[in-house]
């Protein structure tokens, strides 16, 4: 079985003349990012690119990489606004309470010891992150992942507990 994948950073503007482009952490962290040789880039238009790692520079506060093949601001322009992959093996270490974003995904929504549906998909929203869940009618309901609403993930039982049942109505 294939590795799973996790959304590690976003890929921002080129800088300089030579392809080099600035990379943003998603958790704030970038050690696992400067040990990295190669990734998957989602661009902006849904097109996953396999890229190598060239080069990388630190920049004032600023992480930049190059790419192989991406040796022009105008070639590289193409990765902005990218969203970086790496496999899960090469992603910061969690500490105690900590999990992946992705890990919500398949996680059965319970209220009242009853499963209403699943996590499909994650989106952002004003107030923060949303679960994208799934009832069994198959429509997608959105519910807001902040403590008035749900409980912490219990990864154990596989579910997220629902507190305000109207959420899913």
Known sequence: ???QLLATATVGKTHGVNGFIKINSLSGEYDHLMKLDSCILKTRDGKQVAVTIEDIEVHSSNILFKFIGYDSPEKARYLSGSVMYIPRS???KLKAGEYYIADLIGLSIVYNQEVLGKVEYLSDGAQGLYLNVRNDKGE?????????????PDFN???I??????LMD
Do not use: T, W
Not at 140 to 152: A, R
Not at 161 to 166: G, Q, S, Y
């Open 161 to 166: 507990v629902l507190l305000i049942k109207e």
């Open 90 to 92: 090469k992603a910061p």
């Open 1 to 3: 079985m294939e590795e």
């Open 140 to 152: 997608i309901k959105i519910v807001p992942n902040i403590p008035q609403f749900v409980s912490k």
């Open 157 to 159: 039982k596989k579910e």
